[in-house]
Structures are given as structure tokens and as C-alpha cells.
């Protein structure tokens, strides 16, 4: 299956442009050509989230592969009922969620062992401008994770889908199971928390190297 | 127009309007609105810090061996075919199945109920010749005892005939 997948997939990737319901419809019929188009469609944007919301790139991988395992274990009973990128966020939600539960004691420890290891970056001597942009960069981004890590679970969710996935609000609320009305409350909440711990991080602030940037 | 930041219902427009999101008539409302609210102005300045703040935390790529690995878990998860046989929906197993298990019933029973070659009986045909032929051997030398018989008694019979015309 392997070696079958990946010489199809080399063969057809470039000429694809159908839509995921219709590549997973395919799969429901067997075709296992399609998964591997929509596994490599979908995988960086659904590690990338998993990533931001467990923030272990070894974990997000796995959870990643439990994700496209659990979409191709159900392709017999798939239904375009909704569009692919919120099932497939839903279940990589849902599985984040049950992930950060479970480890939640054991992360508040490895937060603790993180601290340490930056504090040690940043007392490393000055060396140049070039290493202290890169620590500067690397702080900033130390900054953002930890604001990140530090909301609850589902107003993080909800950022990163609005964030990085570009969902709509109504695409969020299938994913959290809630309503429309909950997921703008969930951002304002969590868009709040991020403005208040984030704010001196402004442009101005930011080395030249890095403004301009979006 | 009410200010979008003191009502937590529409803070999700100023969003949207930072986004560039809304359509034209409310992106035009908004214009002008957040022209002269202060408060409006410092939330969209600190949500585009927000923003650029979180387009600088890029995770790490993929590693490039995760479709190989994905592929090998799926291959794991894969039914044995034996499994596969019994489960395929489109080859209406069921009835197979019994039909397979009544052939196995008949052959069973066919199979025990063929007679050992070795015993004599009525069965093949060659056995009912061995049968007749043996008879017909035995009826022959049964003839011929009966005629050695007959030979022996003959001189006897016509001895006593003599002796009873005698008298």
C-alpha cells in the first residue's frame, strides 16, 4: 500500500484539483490514492494547529497521524454533511483537548523545566547583532507560546482556527460543538487576554529585521 | 453607530473590520466610527500586535517521514484477509458460507457412507460378478458330486432290482 500510494501520489499531485468531499468520497469507494492526496493537503495545517496547541512538535505528529487514522477508519460512513476541514479540526480538536487533559500535571512541570532553559538563553553573553536579533526573535516568540499556552483550552482552540486556519465563526462553532454566538465570546475573551499580556510587544519594539512582516 | 468595544455582542465587528472582513457598507461605517473613538483606535492597534505577535511563531516543518509512518500504521491497522473475507459486505458471505458448509456436510456423508472395498457383499458390479461366478463354481462341483453319487449307487440299484425280480 505504501509504495503504491506514493508513486500514485507523485503521479497525479500536481494535476488534482478536486475537493476534499469529493477525494473523500473516493476513499469511502476505496480509493486510497485520494487519502494520500488529502493527507498531503491537509497534513501541515493540521500538525501546525496541534502544534500550537500542545506545543510539542513529537506529539503534534502523532496526534496528527491519530487524526487521518481515525478519518480513514470512518470513510465508510462519511458524509458531506459538512465541509472536510471542520470534521477533520473537529477530530484533531477533540483530540488536543483530551491530550492537554490528560497531561495536564505533567505539563505544569515541563512549563516550570522550560522556564529554566530560557532563562539560560537569555543570560548567554552578548556575541552580536545577529545573535541577539535571533535571541530577541526567539524570546518574542517564547512570549507568544507561553500567552498562548496559557488560555484555557478552548479559547485557545478557537484562536488558532480563526488565527491561522482562517475558519469562520460558524465553522468554529461545529468544531467546539457550540454556537455561533460562543465562539465570538470565546475570541473576545481570549483576543483580550492576548492584548493585555502581549501589548509591549508592539511594532516599534520589534528588532528591524522583523517589522514589516504579514 | 455604538461603539463596537463597549458592547461585547459586536466587539467581534472590530475584529472583523481589523480583518478587513465586513462588507463594504459596514467597512464604511466602521471607517468612520473608528476615526474618531479612541477606544476603538487602541484596541485595533493592540490587536494588530496581537496579530503580527503570533505570525512570528512558525512551528517546525513536518517531519518528511510522516506520510511513510502514517502509511505503515495504516498497513498495521489493515484486517487479516481472512478477516476482510468474512467482513466484505458486496460478497454476500452469508449465504456462501452456508452454502459452503452444506457441501461440506454432503461429502462428509458421502464420505462415510462409502463401503470399505475390501468386505464381500453385494455392491459394485464386479463384486456381483465374483458373487455369481462362485456360485456357478460351487453349483458345478455340487453336479458333479451328485453324479459321482449317482455312479456309486448305480451298480447297488441294479444289484437290489435283480434280487427283488429274484423273489
Known amino acids: ?214 | 453607530m455604538e461603539c463596537p468595544v463597549q458592547n461585547r455582542d459586536t466587539a467581534s465587528l472590530l475584529l472583523d473590520y481589523c480583518d478587513r472582513k465586513l462588507d463594504r457598507d459596514l467597512m464604511v461605517q466602521m471607517d468612520r466610527h473608528v476615526e474618531h473613538c479612541p477606544s476603538c483606535q487602541q484596541m485595533m492597534s493592540a490587536q494588530r500586535t496581537v496579530w503580527e505577535a503570533l505570525d512570528e511563531w512558525e512551528p517546525a516543518p513536518v517531519t518528511p517521514d510522516f506520510n511513510a509512518r502514517l502509511f505503515a500504521r495504516l498497513e498495521e491497522d489493515r484486517p487479516s484477509w481472512w478477516r476482510r473475507l468474512i467482513e466484505a459486505p458486496q460478497l454476500l458471505w452469508k449465504p456462501a458460507m452456508g452454502m459452503a458448509a452444506a457441501c461440506a456436510v454432503l461429502v462428509t456423508v458421502s464420505v462415510l457412507r462409502t463401503p470399505d472395498p475390501t468386505e464381500v457383499g453385494t455392491g459394485t458390479p464386479a463384486m456381483a460378478q465374483q458373487e455369481a461366478q462362485q456360485e456357478a463354481e460351487q453349483l458345478d462341483k455340487t453336479l458333479s458330486d451328485m453324479e459321482m453319487l449317482q455312479a456309486l449307487e448305480g451298480p447297488l440299484a441294479g444289484e437290489e432290482t435283480s434280487s427283488s425280480k429274484s423273489l
Not at chain 1, 177 to 187: F, N, Y
Open chain 1, 1 to 214: 500500500m505504501t509504495a503504491s500510494i506514493a508513486l500514485s501520489q507523485a503521479a497525479l499531485a500536481p494535476a488534482t484539483l478536486e475537493r476534499d468531499a469529493e477525494l473523500m468520497l473516493r476513499v469511502r469507494e476505496g480509493d486510497a490514492i485520494c487519502f494520500g492526496l488529502l493527507v498531503d493537503r491537509h497534513r501541515n495545517s493540521v500538525v501546525h494547529f496541534l502544534f500550537r496547541m500542545v506545543q510539542n512538535q513529537a506529539i503534534a505528529e502523532e496526534l496528527g497521524q491519530e487524526v487521518f487514522l481515525r478519518v480513514y477508519r470512518s470513510r465508510q460512513s462519511y458524509e458531506p454533511t459538512a465541509k472536510f476541514t471542520t470534521w477533520m479540526f473537529r477530530i484533531a480538536t477533540h483530540l488536543a483537548l483530551n491530550w492537554i487533559r490528560d497531561t495536564k500535571n505533567e505539563k505544569q512541570q515541563e512549563s516550570l523545566d522550560q522556564e529554566v532553559i530560557d532563562g539560560a538563553a537569555r543570560q548567554v553573553a552578548d556575541r552580536g547583532p545577529s545573535v541577539e536579533q535571533s535571541l530577541v526573535a526567539e524570546a518574542r516568540r517564547t512570549e507568544v507560546r507561553r500567552a498562548v499556552e496559557m488560555l484555557p483550552e478552548k479559547q485557545r482552540a478557537a484562536v488558532l482556527m480563526h488565527k491561522y486556519e482562517e475558519l469562520e465563526y460558524s465553522e468554529i462553532a461545529q468544531v467546539l460543538d457550540c454556537s455561533e454566538s460562543a465562539v465570538k465570546s470565546l475570541l473576545f475573551r481570549a483576543y483580550e487576554t492576548l492584548r493585555s499580556r502581549l501589548a509591549h510587544m508592539n511594532s516599534d519594539a520589534r528588532p528591524v529585521a522583523l517589522r514589516g512582516k504579514r
